[in-house]
Nanobody
Framework: QTQLVESGGGLVQPGGSLRLSCTASGFDLNYFTIGWFRQAPGKEREFVAAITWSGRTTYYADSVKGRFTISRDNAKNTVYLQMNSLKPEDTAVYYC?????????????????WGQGTQVTVSS
């Protein structure tokens, strides 16, 4: 079965950190650009960060630049999103997605596979 599975979400206080993981089963992530997206209640799903298959190129939304870091370990078939200095406005369900593309991709329609999401809540 081809699927992506996110983990690492939870409740954290403002200023805290979380690390999300995205693991693939049934296919090899090494050939895919991986993106992280998030969706807050009542809002559209928005791009957060992306990384190319080689890991050489990353791209971030302005809202998370300098606070979030995307990385990948192809040997483990896993992509990570390190989130630091979290703010209440970062509260959302976070999704990882895989796109068979040579460059970073920000458009949700370009992604072929999606995980089920993991909840991140930033609150005191």
């Amino acid at each position: 079965q081809t699927q992506l599975v996110e983990s690492g979400g939870g409740l954290v206080q403002p200023g805290g950190s979380l690390r999300l993981s995205c693991t693939a089963s049934g296919f090899d992530l090494n050939y895919f650009t991986i993106g992280w997206f998030r969706q807050a209640p009542g809002k559209e799903r928005e791009f957060v960060a992306a990384i190319t298959w080689s890991g050489r190129t990353t791209y971030y939304a302005d809202s998370v630049k300098g606070r979030f870091t995307i990385s990948r370990d192809n040997a483990k078939n896993t992509v990570y999103l390190q989130m630091n200095s979290l703010k209440p406005e970062d509260t959302a369900v976070y999704y990882c997605a895989a796109a068979l593309a040579p460059t970073v991709v920000t458009n949700t329609r370009r992604y072929d596979y999606w995980g089920q999401g993991t909840q991140v809540t930033v609150s005191s």
